[in-house]
């Protein structure tokens, strides 16, 4: 998961082409949410929460890091799909466009190339297809 996550955040940080596989796309999201609390819990011991939130500026911080990363990583997910990056706006529909982008982050990307780039599981594959 480090490996993952890593690769997302550190190599990663504004890359909007290409293509994300649903693992690199969960691993960054569950590693995000592990370390958010972390930071919400340090916020909290070191008395540095904001009054009525549960959370304070390191937990901001963190936020701000991390903004730009997952929205790229979300739209390479989108891209392995088949979806443009601006499709990501389907989340302003209220409830029914974050079950659907929630539907396409979990749905198995294009097998094959794409007009995003090629398909990130054959890049590593031995055997590749032979067309």
């Not at 995000?32 to 959370?55: E, K, T």
């Not at 390191?58 to 739209?75: E, S």
């Not at 029914?96 to 982050?105: D, N, S």
């Amino acid at each position: 998961m480090i490996e993952w996550y890593k690769k997302v955040v550190f190599e990663n940080y504004a890359n909007f082409n290409g293509r994300a596989r649903r693992s690199e796309y969960w691993y960054f999201i569950l590693g995000n949410v592990i370390l958010a609390i972390a930071a919400m819990v340090l916020d909290n011991v070191l008395g540095l929460a904001i009054a009525p939130l549960p959370y304070g500026y390191i937990y901001l911080l963190f936020a701000l890091a991390t903004f730009l990363p997952g929205l790229a990583v979300a739209v390479r997910r989108l891209h392995d799909v088949g979806k443009s990056g601006w499709f990501y706006f389907i989340i302003l529909i209220p409830l029914i466009g974050a079950i659907w982008l929630l539907v396409l982050f979990c749905t198995e990307g294009d097998h094959g190339e794409n007009q995003y780039g090629p398909d990130p599981k054959r890049l590593n594959d031995p055997f590749p297809e032979t067309i």
